[in-house]
């Protein structure tokens, strides 16, 4: 089991949707982020969460850290939206060591 | 625009060959990481350096090797490549160790033939 489950896999969605990406974990964690990865390959961070909600612009991203889990929610989904988003974890460790923890990845589509 | 760059941005080479791909961290940043990102695999990470000093290793293989010099660019050595190393090697950066924003450089696509 990967320490990291994103869901859905595949979203297709219409434009002006409302659209939510869900992130479980298994480990303890100092952060999360979320990244955004379009098909050029990119990578580019969105948010980096240890505790509560952060917003910018038309996303906003929650955490919950007693249940493990985060979400990413798109308001007004455009298609300029469609890329993969990808969740990563900081586990707890010791020694400094800050390489992140990915989930597989949420592949979103937003027709027009 | 992060400010880390990497180079070269494509290689393709033979089985057997060894490269080297390069980074330059943000200004600033003491903090580099190595992440490979393919097919089977997803994203990993593989290496990080802070302040010319390795930091934490994750899954990097034997074959491959990596360093950060005084200047702080950074440099992933990758030797006796076979097929499946081909993917693409992302760096990122970031003001130093702990819970900071990783910055993501737009990666170097690999691949051997």
């Known amino acids: 089991k990967n320490e990291v489950e994103q869901s859905p896999q595949n979203l297709t969605a219409q434009e002006g949707e409302f659209i939510t990406i869900n992130c479980s974990y298994s480990v303890g964690i100092s952060a999360l982020h979320w990244l955004q990865q379009h098909p050029g390959g990119g990578i580019v961070s969105l948010f980096m969460l240890s505790s509560g909600k952060k917003k910018h612009g038309r996303l906003i991203a929650t955490i919950n850290i007693q249940e493990k889990h985060s979400s990413l929610h798109i308001t007004a989904s455009h298609p300029r939206d469609s890329a993969v988003y990808i969740c990563?974890?900081?586990?707890?460790?010791?020694?400094?060591?800050?390489?992140?923890?990915f989930g597989k990845g949420t592949h979103l589509i937003i027709q027009p | 625009d992060s400010g880390v760059t990497q180079t070269p941005k494509h290689l393709i080479t033979a089985t057997g060959q060894r490269v080297t791909l390069r980074c330059s961290p943000r200004?600033?940043?003491?903090?580099v990481y190595w992440y490979q990102q393919s097919l089977d695999q997803g994203l990993q990470f593989l290496i990080q350096y802070y302040n010319g000093e390795e930091r934490a290793k994750g899954n990097i293989l034997e074959r491959f090797s990596a360093q950060q010099f005084p200047d702080l660019h950074s440099e992933l050595n990758l030797s006796s490549l076979e097929l499946g190393d081909s993917a693409l090697y992302f760096c990122?950066?970031?003001?130093?160790?702990?819970?900071?924003?990783?910055?993501f450089g737009p990666g170097t696509r690999l691949t051997v033939t």
């Open positions: 200004s600033g940043d003491l903090s």
């Open positions: 990122a950066s970031s003001p130093g160790q702990g819970v900071y924003e990783q910055y």
């Open positions: 990563a974890v900081r586990p707890l460790s010791g020694g400094g060591a800050d390489g992140l923890t």
